[in-house]
Nanobody
Framework: QVQLVESGGGSVEAGGSLRLNCAVS????????LAWFRQTPGKEREGVAF??????TDTTEDVKGRFFISNDNADALYLRMLNLTPGDTATYYC????????????????????WGQGTQVTVSS
């Protein structure tokens, strides 16, 4: 059974930084997409960043230049978050696809089958 477990969330002041971690187990695909999403109460979950098995990465415009995604093959996923703002406050989820056909991934929620339980990030002003 595929499992994703996030860690690294917490409370920081605006301008601070955090690194989120996601441990991935029993995930056997050689081509894949891994991603971070976030959600605040009352809003839909939104994609933040993805990385493919081929190394393609991208982030949503809101975090471009501040958030950086990386991975350790399909075993672990990371999100380095710099210069955090109160607008970044959310529950952050890591996600993995059911394989992938290659090329750039997406930040569409429906393209990801496996999800972690989430980790809370709170940024105070």
């Amino acid at each position: 059974q595929v499992q994703l477990v996030e860690s690294g969330g917490g409370s920081v002041e605006a301008g601070g930084s955090l690194r989120l971690n996601c441990a991935v187990s029993n995930y056997r695909f050689s081509t894949y997409c891994l991603a971070w999403f976030r959600q605040t109460p009352g809003k839909e979950r939104e994609g933040v960043a993805f990385i493919s098995s081929e190394g393609y990465t991208d982030t949503t415009e809101d975090v471009k230049g501040r958030f950086f995604i990386s991975n350790d093959n399909a075993d672990a996923l990371y999100l380095r978050m710099l210069n955090l703002t109160p607008g970044d406050t959310a529950t952050y989820y890591c996600a993995a696809s059911w394989g992938w056909v290659g090329g750039a991934c997406s930040l569409r929620e429906n393209d990801y089958r496996y999800w972690g339980q989430g980790t809370q990030v709170t940024v105070s002003s």
